[in-house]
């Protein structure tokens, strides 16, 4: 086998994936092309483009499952970090939400009206 991993990761960044996962893809896009030619002037460039080309494909639904795990995981930060502003605020509303309690008093704080006895 003349292609190896790091073609494949020369021509996409496959950061999501580690090398045991990619290899068998990287073994069924070798296989594809076992008994073809290619022309042996080009120092071996086509046949690793093929194969690693090959084996993104192959790579393409693990890929998108890996991306899509990693969408929803940005999603909150995607949607507000356009505007630091926003971004800031979201977060910080998100952080004020949470009912915590006082050292000294114990009662929890939860946003709402208060009465205390004087």
């Not at 086509?46 to 991306?67: N, S």
């Not at 977060?91 to 205390?116: F, K, Y």
């Amino acid at each position: 086998m003349i292609t190896e991993i790091s073609d494949i990761r020369e021509r996409l960044k496959l950061e999501a994936l580690e090398d045991p996962e990619i290899l068998p893809h990287l073994k069924r896009a070798d296989r594809d092309f076992k008994g073809k030619v290619f022309d042996p002037a080009d120092d071996n460039f086509d046949e690793v483009e093929a194969v690693a080309c090959k084996a993104i494909y192959y790579l393409a639904p693990l890929l998108w499952q890996r991306i899509q795990q990693k969408a929803l995981e940005y999603d909150e930060t995607l949607s507000t970090f356009g505007d630091m502003e926003i971004f800031q605020d979201y977060w910080l509303g998100r952080s004020d939400s949470i009912p915590v309690a006082d050292e000294e008093s114990g009662s929890i704080d939860t946003g709402g009206i208060r009465c205390l006895a004087v």
